[in-house]
């Protein structure tokens, strides 16, 4: 199991401490999760913010930091015989707690009454949002209390505090969110080697999921790739490869230690892109480039996305897709016939990082709320960015039959958008276009090596 040096623990909790400063903070690890029957569990996956301070990435632990003694605990057991044979022997409970430098380990039998003598002391107990049934169940044994009441103990300041910390990566999680590009770097180019009428959409997906978990971790999210990328999240690999399409490839890897990359890059069926599709894409490489240039500590992200849409709508209006005054037409919301999602989202243990805190607090703040227009409402990123933030960029553009049909019906945004020309490409798809960003003091840096992304990039990849 790796874990970064124990200081890095250490130094995260008495920060923590210094934000929450009174009570008691429960973070529950994750255990294994059945798929099918008990014994038979999904990959495991630990919990983000226990990761992030208690670090041991295995099932059976829960961290408790006691804000008023100064003291934290790791509660867990160590395995007993029976385990060992089936799973090996594994390192002690009190080994794995030294290497995230926590002093006291107490048995996870001795955990409920801990807290439960807590809360009856009238001390507060602080917890994040939980996101799975079994947390709730849990909660409710330990708390003492029904699974409805585990809600109040969900801790506004305990949400601020950590998503406070964990937006800004320190130097170890941008070394492993590289290595975690590095690792997409040879999904999505050797996705595009596969590009080739024929071959299946489930075999680039099933061997590009191979890379992930060759990479030591596994996939950051379900692979979405498709040649009807025109359904933004498409999970549905089942169609053959045809000329004159385009696939778009949205996917990443999660390293061992859980960072997360989320890359999307679109190629043409067979290796080539004509005339058409070459004019939407490079369309939304400039506003990828564009907005990426904007990204400085200080600027909003709600600025950098109005103008990916700019770009988008002016690039529409050169091929008679838009018409009118572009920036009336973003500033109205008409652009999102094409562009309905938001430019991207904060990238860390979790792909949507924090998303589970609750995507309100991770992406606004008093200064910057989230709008409720379409499309500018699924921005699920709009404060201010600061230095050591990373978030994805992730422009496209869609020709989405349902939403034309709806619109056009509705002779919505007629003044800026010729429905006619619109039809013609019913049949096109989408292009997206995604990379990861580290902000810098002056700007910003692409994470990992260069993934192809020019149209010449693109097609030299596929053709070599
Ligand atoms: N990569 C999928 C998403 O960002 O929603
Ligand atoms: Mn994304």
Redesign the pocket.
Known sequence: MKTFPKQVYRQRRDRLRSLVKQGVILFPGNEESAMNYRSNTYRYRQDSSFLYYFGINAPGFHGVMDLDSGEDIIYGDNLTVDDIIWMGEQPLVEELAKRVDVKTVRPTASLSGDLQSIKSSGRAIHILPPYRGDHYLELSKILGVSCEKVNDFISESLIQAVVGMRSVKDAFEIEEMERAVEIAWMMHTTAMRMGFPGNYERELAGTIEGIALSGGGTVS?PV?LSMDGQTL?NHDHGNELVKGRLVVN?S?AETEMGYAS?ITRTFPVGGRFSTKQKEIYEIVLSANVQSIASYKPGITHRESHLLAARIIATGLKDLGLMKGDMDEAVAAGAHALFFPHGLG?MLGLD??DMEGLGENYVGYDQQTQRSDQFGLAFLRMGRKLQEGFVL?N?PGCYFIPALIDLWQRDKKFESFINYQKVNEYRQFGGVRIEDNVLITPDGCRILGKPIPKRVDEVEETMNS
């Open positions: 999210f979405i999240h949205d990443g989320d989202h792909v949507h994805t992730e």
